[in-house]
């Protein structure tokens, strides 16, 4: 079982090769090798298994970044939302052109002799709108309010086809709104979902644009790390033309996250200060407030965790790392 | 009001083209001048207004394509459903890559201070799957069973989200399969829902390779044309985000149309052979049976002609110069 990650040195890349890593499996089997590939070479969890790194522009995917015989590509590297509705031109060649890459890595691997990859695509909820009152069944068209989603949404049905053609056999996972991340604050319209846990976690103030009874579709990073590595393994077969899913996340208010961080650390909430602001309001308030998730649960996708759970494996795993990367030890 | 058509040599692009010239009036203002685009430069009709010619490949769309002031595109350039099928790369590059251009080059009129031209954009009921049990609401997701409809409704992503930043104001329009066409048959899937009703009109044989109780949703030529010519000057922001449409199409049996056929001509439905062909069945038989098309006929679109005034028009416009350019003169 040979596995390739495209984008492996961001959030999630490194969180799939250190849980890889561990295990030393993948869909039941042992896993022989891994290439990490990113903009800047990723660093290489050690493992029971050999890890090459790549560096390069996945728009000009080198041939070393899916080496022969790889049988599953996480294809995680992209723009995200901020970044590709600020630079349309870079939003489009990483997140379309990128994935039109990556399926011609693949159908060169078929010409070739090869197996069909599976390829683990990360989407997005931002592919939807609808807003607070939607809480959306599976079969919900997408109509995406920015370039991102609807970058995610076309590669998606780039995908969907590339598998109907045996170039691939892709699974292209609509990821929720990930919380807690750790690390600092960024200018993401969502970061503040997280920031209002992880900052008060720290002893440090954060600001909440929002009502508290904004709804909002969670999922914690160790669910995402999960659902990737079982897209991975799991039988595509029942998923028929349709490759895509919305994952069994978490829908939940502002308030509910505050008072699971109150749960786990009593008084914490003292340092989250309302501050409405309309910009932030407006982006966050067009995604979805939940989603049923049908599909993926019968496909075998487990639910993630409960918030007070999520919040603990925060501080469990991520708060003393955040710390020391912040120069705040 | 400039015009620029997009595959103007192309069977909708050239009915279009003739009907503005006849009109010299679009959207309730008259035409000043009028661009005709393809890969093999296109025979201007006569008009009251002048009209270029231009030839060229879409992915490398010149400029003179859309020239500076154009008020609107229509977007017909397309590698069709089973041509895209047997060239992966052709089809991507044109479909995908050629919408790109045309995006690229509304954004360059924007950021030279012009006005963002409306676009109208020829998608296909291809991007949606579902066959004959299948009465598709405005709100059904696109689950493409080709790489053609994955390749439109990619496209449609692509042009909402640069309608949503300015860079034009599209509307995408998901045509039916439409009848009657003139010309030869071909080899498309679709070939002979047209043939079977030319054909027999030309004095000639024709195949029936689906039964009769077989259903399809269909449009004119001219209804096509109408359409087009609508979307081109209606008030888009009722659309909000989702700029694409299903249109008032007809949802009908083979059977109904041999009707139709004899209702026309008496007994000319003789000259069709019912045979039996799976491999064509199978894919025709994957296309939804029929849409509700609410959404549009609110938006003012049309509804299509009833079959017998379809095949009537067929024999009024088409029949004569279908003979002659085939010779059967």
């Known amino acids: ?10 959030f999630l890349g490194r969180r799939v090769a250190e849980r890889l890593a561990v295990s030393g499996k993948l ?8 290439t990490l590939f990113d903009i800047v070479a990723p660093a290489a969890p050690s493992a029971p298994f050999p890890v090459e790194t790549v560096e390069g522009d996945v728009t000009a995917l080198p041939a070393e970044a899916i080496p022969l015989g790889t049988n ?18 870079l939003g489009r060649n990483v997140n ?3 994935t039109d890459a990556v399926i011609d890595a693949c159908r060169r691997q078929v010409s070739a002799g090869g197996r069909a990859p599976r390829v683990v695509f990360t989407s997005s909820i931002a592919s939807f709108s ?3 009152q939607a809480m959306l ?7 995406p309010a920015n370039s991102y989603g609807a970058q995610k949404a076309a590669a998606e049905l780039l ?16 990821l929720p709104t ?44 160790n669910s995402a790390v999960s659902w990737l590595i079982h897209a991975a393994g799991m039988d595509t077969l029942p998923m028929g033309l349709d490759r895509s899913l919305n994952l069994p996340g978490l829908s939940v208010t502002v308030g509910e996250i505050i008072a699971a961080l109150d749960q786990v650390r009593q008084g914490a909430s003292a340092l989250v200060t309302r501050k409405p602001d309309q910009s932030i309001a407006d982006i966050v308030g067009g995604w979805p407030a939940g989603f049923t998730a049908t599909r993926a649960r019968a496909l075998g996708f487990a639910p993630n965790e409960g918030l007070v759970e999520l919040v603990r494996a925060f501080v469990a795993e991520d708060l003393e790392p955040t710390r020391r990367d912040r120069g705040l030890a």
Chains 1, 2 share one sequence.
């Open 1 to 10: 079982m040979k596995v390739a990650i495209l984008g492996g040195g961001g």
């Open 27 to 34: 869909a039941g089997r042992s896993i022989t090798g891994m």
């Open 72 to 89: 599953v590509v996480f294809h995680l590297a992209a723009v995200v939302s901020a970044a590709a509705e600020a630079d349309y031109d």
């Open 96 to 98: 379309l052109r990128g």
């Open 130 to 132: 609808g807003g607070q």
């Open 137 to 143: 069944e599976d079969n919900a068209k997408q109509v």
């Open 159 to 174: 995908l969907a086809d590339a598998s109907r053609r045996g170039f691939m056999d892709a699974v292209s996972l609509r």
């Open 178 to 221: 990930i919380i807690v991340r750790p690390g600092r604050p960024n200018k993401a319209a969502s970061s503040f979902f997280s920031s209002i846990v992880r900052e008060p976690l720290l002893g440090l103030p954060a600001e909440l644009p929002v009502p508290d009874d904004f709804r909002v579709w969670v999922g914690s990073p």
